[in-house]
């Protein structure tokens, strides 16, 4: 390659250069590296010369560049960067790419083209830029969150920025504004004075406003003006001066301010027509000031009350103790405050009860010492508690002494050691009257009881309705022959026919007697055996029981037994065993019947007929069908999983909660989780539930058949059968009471089980026979066409292993 050489004059200029100078021939190879050059790209000139420009270059240019430097130097092509420049990237020794300006000339020296090409660092530059930009993005975010409007305006008072706030104050877009003469913001006075302001202060001279601010008016883009404080600052700029405004919104300030004026001379006129009264006193508790309302609870004029004592209108009982509170409050100081309710003489010497709270005040030159009081009349509210405190002893609906009314004359009657009867009289089935005629027509007729048993009661007798439906009856024994006969001619008064809704109603009625002192001389505890011997009597169907220690004993194990279920629903103490149930002729199995089983550590095994009677009285019947039924479910799906194949399991359903809407989402739901099909669940009703005949029972039945679950009577033939009813009913099977059957063998109830039969066939039912013992019992009962039957002759009631051995041994049997 031929050296390239500068002359004298044009080494120093390039030597002297800030910017680098390079200059490559048309092959792209570098013929000068000027020191600048060295100092920008890091190399010397001697690592340089010789080499392509392409090194100084980051990709994609470094690879490009021989191919655009080729086809301009061939054809000429337009090159965008001769004679104009452009912004590139250059890459130093170190590899570190930089901004920089590249102009770039092109040069003949004999017969040979050069290119000179001149790199200014634009790395400050641009950080400059940056900075800039960072600086003036910050100043436009803090003027946009401002709350305040923020206005800037040049020299001659046209807009030039306008903030997010001042759009919002005055109603104007940006662009709405910037460009126009600030004075457009302005009352129409201010508008045409504002240029005149402006010039007189660029002469020199005062602007009040400019460092200070004050309060002004300002227009709005819908022509309403609004009062604002407006602060403004100047600022000089290369542009030459700018004014910057800050305008804050006085419209609330002002509304509030003109609302404190106004309460100021609204102040008396509320004071004195206060219903409190309101009032102060002097050192001596004279009365410094007194409102209207005072005046006219005491009926005295004004001029009558000033300077008189306030004791003289306070009841003489209350005089002191007022007296000494107030001593008190003066020697605790400013600020303290003591409430106290006070008896005080109005008109007539009437007394008025008055709710009064007194103040100390801060001790200034007009209020030295002085006590505030205000107080509200409350002699109505007395009046009413004292009256609700008489109704808390009284039933509101009959008139009779209530339970505490009851406790409370027990303990003040004139003769304790006199005997005494505890009646507990309840009405049976009172809540169908209600269901069926209204509570209102209920009402009436525990009205029209209660003043049937008052009109019986002789004169020293109390009669108590404690709630609902019942009544207890205190009655003072002078003969205790008398007790039984009274109680009967109680039952037959209370009992004879209401009229009610134009219907003949004829209630029945229980009654319960404990004995005061010989049962026990607490009343609570007389009125609970009253109560035990009323549920006795209920469930023998008996109108009258006298309480005695057995049914004491009875209510104490059913207490027992149901704390004890409570527990064993809680922590899982229950079981389940299944009763196999067969085809009577093949003897095949067709299903099992789950039974509940409980074993409590202190009670011992509870026999079902024992526990789910009183489980269903206490509101667990629903508890333990859930549980009984998740416990199957979950055995099933076990049994499925382990590839068994156990027949249909039937579970018994508590009156209660089959008529719950919400067993047919329960068990469905179940089925669903477990992913079981309904055919491996039945369900057993008793023959009461049936005869409810309710919708959500008729419901429940037909949704369960239509989901394929079967649904059977148990116990059937022990209630109200009849063929009637059974052939509304959607069901599947009944079962024969083992009672019916147990009697086979002697003889008995032959007629009664082939009518069973007949009715079922009649409906087209099937029957399962409960309790077969014995060969002949299912000879005969097969004999008689009956389908189906469980029982100890098959076999007895069993675990959930015992009967999956059985699962097991039949599916390899296979």
């Known amino acids: 390659m031929d050296t390239f050489e500068l002359s004298q004059l044009q080494d120093a200029i390039v030597h002297c250069a800030v910017d680098a100078i390079i200059v490559i021939d048309q092959q792209g190879l570098i013929c000068f590296f000027s020191p600048s050059a060295e100092k920008l790209f890091g190399y010397a000139s001697t690592d340089c010369v010789g080499r392509n420009i392409s090194m100084l270059m980051p990709e994609p ?22 004679g104009s420049g452009r912004d590139v990237q250059g890459k130093r020794k170190d590899n570190s790419v930089f901004p920089m300006h590249l102009s770039v000339g092109e040069a003949t020296a004999g017969n040979k083209r050069y290119f000179v090409g001149i790199c200014h660092d634009l790395t400050a530059y641009q950080a400059s830029v940056k900075a800039h930009l960072s600086l003036r993005s910050m100043q436009d975010a803090l003027l946009e969150a401002a709350v305040d409007g923020i206005i800037s305006i040049d020299e001659w008072g046209i807009v030039q920025t306008f903030n997010r706030g001042a759009e919002l104050l005055f109603g104007y877009n940006k662009q709405e ?25 660029k002469k020199g001279g005062k602007a009040q406003i400019i460092g200070i601010g004050r309060d002004v ?10 009062p604002m404080h407006l602060s403004v600052g100047e600022s000089h700029t290369e542009q030459g001066r700018l004014f910057v405004g800050v305008c804050h919104d006085l419209s609330e300030f002002k509304a509030v301010l003109q609302r404190l004026i106004s309460a100021e001379q609204r102040y008396r006129d509320i004071v004195q027509n206060q219903k409190e009264f309101i009032c102060r006193l002097s050192k001596n508790s004279r009365l410094t000031f007194v409102n209207n309302a005072f005046c006219r609870q005491l009926n005295q004029q004004l001029f009558q009350m000033l300077g008189i004592s306030i004791f003289e209108f306070i009841h003489a009982d209350e005089r002191h103790g007022v007296e000494a509170l107030l001593a008190q409050l003066r020697q605790a100081g400013g600020g303290q405050t003591i409430s106290l309710s006070v008896r005080m003489l109005g008109p007539d010497k009437a007394v008025h009860w008055v709710d009064w709270t007194f103040s100390s005040l801060a001790g200034t030159a007009d209020s030295a010492d002085e006590i505030q009081g205000v107080g509200i009349d409350i002699t109505e509210q007395v009046k009413a508690k004292n009256h ?3 109704l808390t002893n009284f039933d509101a609906l009959t008139g009779l002494v209530n339970k505490e009314g009851l406790l409370e004359q027990f303990g003040r009657r004139s003769e304790p050691d006199l005997a005494l009867a505890v009646l507990f009289i309840d009405c049976h089935r009172f809540r169908l009257i209600n269901e069926k005629y209204g509570y209102e027509f209920g009402d009436l007729m525990l009205i029209e009881a209660a003043h049937r048993l008052q009109s019986l009661l002789p004169q020293d007798a109390v009669a108590c309705r404690p709630g609902a439906d019942d009544f207890i009856v205190l009655l003072p024994l002078l003969n205790r022959i008398d007790l039984l006969p009274f109680a009967y001619q109680l039952i037959e008064n209370c009992t004879e026919p209401y009229w009610l809704a134009q219907e003949k109603i004829s209630p029945s009625m229980c009654v319960g007697i404990s004995v005061y002192p010989d049962d026990s001389a607490d009343l609570a505890v007389l009125i609970q055996q009253a109560e035990s011997a009323m549920f006795e009597a209920k469930q023998q169907a008996l109108p009258l029981r006298l309480y005695h220690a057995d049914i004491h004993n009875a209510l104490t194990r059913r207490l027992e037994i149901e704390q004890g279920l409570r527990r064993a629903i809680e922590q899982d103490l229950l079981s389940v065993v299944l009763q196999p149930k067969y085809h009577l002729l093949s003897g095949r199995l067709i299903g099992y019947e789950a039974l509940l089983r409980w074993h409590d550590a202190v009670l011992g095994t509870v026999a079902p007929d024992k526990f789910v009677p009183i489980a269903e009285a206490v509101n667990l019947g629903k508890k333990l069908d859930c549980w009984v039924l998740k416990t199957v479910l979950q055995q099933i799906k076990l049994w499925c999983q382990s590839g068994l194949q156990p027949q249909p399991v039937a579970v018994n359903i508590t009156a209660k909660h089959f008529s719950d809407p919400g067993l047919y989402s329960f068990i469905t739901s179940w089925l669903k989780q477990l992913e079981l099909p309904p055919q491996c669940l039945q369900l057993e009703i008793t023959e009461g539930v049936a005869m409810d005949n309710s919708l959500t029972i008729l419901e429940n039945l037909t949704a369960f058949r239509s989901a394929g679950i079967k649904i059977a009577i148990d116990d059937f033939g022990t209630g109200y059968s009849s063929l009637s009813y059974l052939t509304s009913l959607p069901i599947d099977f009944i079962k024969i009471d083992r009672a019916f059957v147990q009697a086979l063998d002697k003889g008995h109830n ?19 026979a409960e309790g077969i013992e014995t060969a002949e019992q299912q000879a005969l009962l097969a004999e008689l066409g009956c389908e189906f039957g469980q029982g100890y002759f098959y076999a007895k009631p069993a675990g959930f292993s015992h009967i999956e051995q059985q699962l097991t041994v039949t599916v390899q049997s296979n």
């Open 61 to 82: 240019f470094h690879s490009e560049h021989d191919g655009y430097l080729a086809n301009y130097v061939k054809h000429g092509m337009d090159a965008k960067i001769i």
């Open 177 to 201: 504004v910037i460009g126009e003469n600030v004075s457009m913001l302005m009352t129409s006075t201010h508008a045409t004075q504002h240029d005149g302001y402006l010039n007189n202060y």
């Open 217 to 226: 008016q300002a227009r709005r883009k819908d022509g309403s003006v609004f």
């Open 388 to 390: 609700a405190k008489f």
């Open 750 to 768: 032959l007629s009664l089980v082939k009518a069973m039969l007949a009715m079922a066939q009649a409906i087209e039912v099937a029957v399962i």
